[in-house]
């Protein structure tokens, strides 16, 4: 592996980060220590377990479909100092029982993982029921979550996704295959309130899940009607631990700080956090995670020069991940916006940044710029996808009746994984 000067400088590619990027942010550039809990009351928290696994402090990265790969859990593994858990981004079920060449690669974890994470995708029981199987019998992963979330038009039209919940019969078949198939692993679910207003589905589907034998649940407090827009309800949350207080309820939706996670478990009573679009271009989030909940460090305010050094890691991983090290830093473009959010970049650098195709052309880049500009004022905002969506295509006929016993073809299954 080539040595980089510049802004990589001290970056030692691999697994491990001795005294690397991620060392680096921790460490410095730091704002106060943040008061254990900035309301002064302590914070009702417990033991979050998944089953066998003791998540503590209870933060969990959030599936991001093209995003939580096995580097950007490694990333965000290293800033958390190994705690928390990290899923991973979305699995077809259909794909993984067919052994997809591409699937295959997305259901890689890195061996430092544990508990390994996986996230997956499907409409239909029995699909579902031998995938769960597969990971089961050929250890593929110690965790398994069921993604009813997606609001992605082409997956909600034919009933799959966030519009699945609706058809109660068809949820709880597919989390009973799941969980009769599963073994000893766990298997929890991540759902939204609902397709629209009119049609709340959290609260029955919560319910199904603890009658299921589902561990733990997530709830993002948006309707997929909402897309990403408006701002998540916490008090759904909140009310869904009320009515499942059997099980851990994870809330997750608009937490873009530490501080905010904090605030997210006092006000819902929930039992930990997810945190998705906070992450994009700040896996040292986790870092501040793990330092509010145990009250003990100080959050991460990177200067340019630090911020470059992650982002040089994060490419790096990925093309050791993906065997290549132009499709890893390509891969990372997607990246580049999130990074360098709120610094003082000109537009020709950031859009050069955006197509850079080799390490030694982003790490060349990169010393273009102005690195001893500190962490941007407002760069901790919302971030990611933030815009809305009216309506909710759905199959014909499909809001009838939400306990008729409708199956949903295939095809609103996403042909590949990850999508
Ligand atoms: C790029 C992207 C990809 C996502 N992919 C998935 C996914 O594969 N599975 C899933 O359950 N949710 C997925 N989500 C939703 C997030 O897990 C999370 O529920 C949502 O972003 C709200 O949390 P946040 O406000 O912390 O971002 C995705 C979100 C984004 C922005």
Redesign the pocket.
Known sequence: MRKHDGPGEGRTPGHNDPGGATARVRDNGRSPPPPADPEGSPLPMTQLQIGPHAVQPPVVL??????TNAPFRTLCREFSGGKGLFVS??ITTRALVERNEKTMQLIHFDETEKPRSI?L?GVDPDTVGKAVRMIAEEDLADHIDL?F??PVPKVTRKGGGSALPYKRHLLRSILREAVSNAGELPVTM?MRKGIDDDHITYLDAGRIAVEEGVTAIAL?GRTAAQH?GGT?DWDAIARLKETVPEIPVLG????WSADDALRMVRETGCDGV?????CLGRPWLFGDLVAAFEGTGTYAKPTLKEVAAVMLRHATLLGEWLGDEARGVIDFRKHVAWYTKGFSIGSELRKKLAIASSLDELDALMSELDLDQPWPVGADGPR??TSGRNRVVLPDGWLDDPYDCAGVTADAELDTS?G
């Not at 959030?62 to 995003?67: F, K, S, T, Y």
């Not at 997750?252 to 937490?255: A, E, K, P, S, Y």
């Open positions: 959030a599936p991001m479909a093209g995003i981004e979305m996230q995708y993604n979330g997606c991540k993002h990403y998540a997750n939706g608009d937490i997810v945190v998705g679009r906070g990611g996808r990850g």
